[in-house]
């Protein structure tokens, strides 16, 4: 069996312009791990991209989550494979490609018999897939979604790896251009508390800024009453909730929009507990878009971001 690297691409979570991340990089058979700042090309992304120089031909690449493909399609790459989903737009560009299951799931057989040379995949999921990914012949990584800095690390160092260095540079000037200006927007404006729930059909958690909508909402200026206390989700009763006493509360869904968005109602009419928050009387109580604000970074950030301008910071 050849040599194969598993590359991990993450960035450290940051509220701020700067595009400061890490990358990990474990050689098989080698406890030696490069760890980069800044921008990330040394070390494990120059190990990637000779990887990728040594092939001779261009990669064949799989994106195994809606997400991944929309970077994938900004940076001008092809695909061999792609994953299917029934609630995120998958590029045009890889309409016709084969399909290898769900972000969560993907089709160990489909995947094998498309031959990647790489995969690329959120690293939410790293836990689920890397001992899957570990029985393929095939590299791997696992790009930081978690929040809009850790997406733009992770298309510079793509960009790296798959000789899109143009394209990356487009892509990132363009963050911080748009950063830039939503900065001034909300300068000086007084930063709203917020209580960030994110639900499923018949519970929620509490999102901290570890989460993607919890570091959009850092971005946008908010104060996050669950502080990062190094995950990304909590659960905690309402009653403790109540002690944080947030001027907003944010409601998202993780997944089946409608039947989070019931609930929700439903349990904000029927805890008696709700009723007593200020926020809940001063009626500062939003439902996020679904298309907006998911589980991983998009390039639907901007709209985020400019959906949460207006919840923080209009006056009632």
């Known amino acids: 069996m050849s040599k194969r690297i598993r590359l991990q691409i993450l960035s450290a979570f940051m509220v701020c312009l700067l595009l400061t991340g890490c990358v990990d990089q474990h050689?098989?058979?080698?406890?030696?791990?490069?760890?980069?700042?800044?921008?990330?090309?040394?070390?494990?992304?120059?190990?990637?991209?000779?990887?990728?120089?040594?092939?001779?031909?261009?990669?064949?690449?799989?994106?195994?989550?809606?997400?991944?493909?929309?970077?994938?399609?900004?940076?001008?790459?092809?695909?061999?494979?792609?994953?299917?989903?029934?609630?995120?737009?998958?590029?045009?560009?890889?309409?016709?490609?084969?399909?290898?299951?769900?972000?969560?799931?993907?089709?160990?057989?489909?995947?094998?018999?498309?031959?990647?040379?790489?995969?690329?995949?959120?690293?939410?999921?790293?836990?689920?897939?890397?001992?899957?990914?570990?029985?393929?012949?095939?590299?791997?990584a696992f790009l930081n979604l978690r929040s809009v800095p850790g997406m733009y690390q992770s298309i510079e160092e793509l960009g790296v790896i798959f000789d899109r260095e143009e394209q990356a540079k487009e892509l990132t000037d363009a963050y911080q251009e748009f950063y830039q200006n939503f900065q001034k927007e909300i300068a000086g404006k007084e930063h709203p508390k917020v209580l960030i729930l994110m639900g499923l059909p018949e519970s929620y958690v509490i999102a901290t800024e570890r989460s993607y909508i919890g570091s959009l909402a850092a971005l946008a200026g908010a104060e996050n009453?669950?502080?990062?206390q190094g995950q990304e989700f909590l659960t905690v009763n309402t009653e403790d909730m109540k002690t944080k006493e947030p001027d907003i509360i944010l409601r998202a869904a993780h997944a089946l929009p409608d039947q989070v968005a019931e609930m929700f109602a439903e349990d904000f009419k029927t805890n008696d507990i709700w009723k007593h928050f200020q926020a809940v009387k001063d009626g500062k109580v939003y439902d996020l878009p679904y298309e907006q604000f998911g589980m991983s970074a998009t390039f639907a950030y901007q709209n985020a971001l400019e959906t949460l301008k207006k919840l923080l910071y209009t006056e009632s």
């Open 27 to 140: 050689l098989e058979k080698n406890t030696e791990a490069y760890t980069t700042q800044g921008n990330g090309q040394t070390g494990a992304v120059e190990a990637a991209r000779e990887k990728v120089i040594a092939l001779g031909r261009a990669p064949r690449i799989v994106a195994t989550s809606p997400a991944a493909a929309q970077i994938c399609e900004k940076l001008e790459l092809d695909l061999v494979g792609v994953c299917s989903s029934s609630t995120a737009e998958i590029p045009d560009r890889y309409r016709d490609l084969p399909t290898i299951g769900t972000a969560m799931s993907p089709d160990m057989e489909i995947l094998a018999s498309l031959s990647p040379d790489w995969i690329l995949s959120p690293s939410s999921l790293q836990t689920d897939l890397q001992s899957k990914y570990e029985t393929l012949d095939s590299d791997w």
């Open 225 to 228: 009453v669950y502080e990062d």
